[in-house]
């Protein structure tokens, strides 16, 4: 079984009106050193062992379901599950 951490962002390129919001609460608190903050998601999966390539899965899964492409950018890490 593996484990795979996905970990979803807004673009660069794209306003994140909820990371700005927090930057702007962490600066009312005196966290003044602190100089961007995006917002993303973070997804943990496990999956069994398949016929199919993984990372063809999860790159299947990333783009048609759990990302929005056009706007938001992913990447994954995979790890090993100790059978119990």
Known sequence: MK??????????????PQGSAVMGALHSM???????????KFL?????????D???IVKEMCEKLLTNTVIED???????????
């Open 30 to 40: 005196n966290y003044t050193e602190v100089s961007d903050v995006r917002i993303g």
């Open 54 to 56: 993984l990372d063809i």
């Open 3 to 16: 484990k795979v951490k996905v970990y979803v962002t807004l673009r660069e390129s794209v306003l994140d």
């Open 44 to 52: 943990e999966l496990q999956i069994e062992e398949a016929d199919r």
């Open 74 to 84: 992913y990447r994954y890490e995979v790890e090993e599950v100790a059978s119990k």
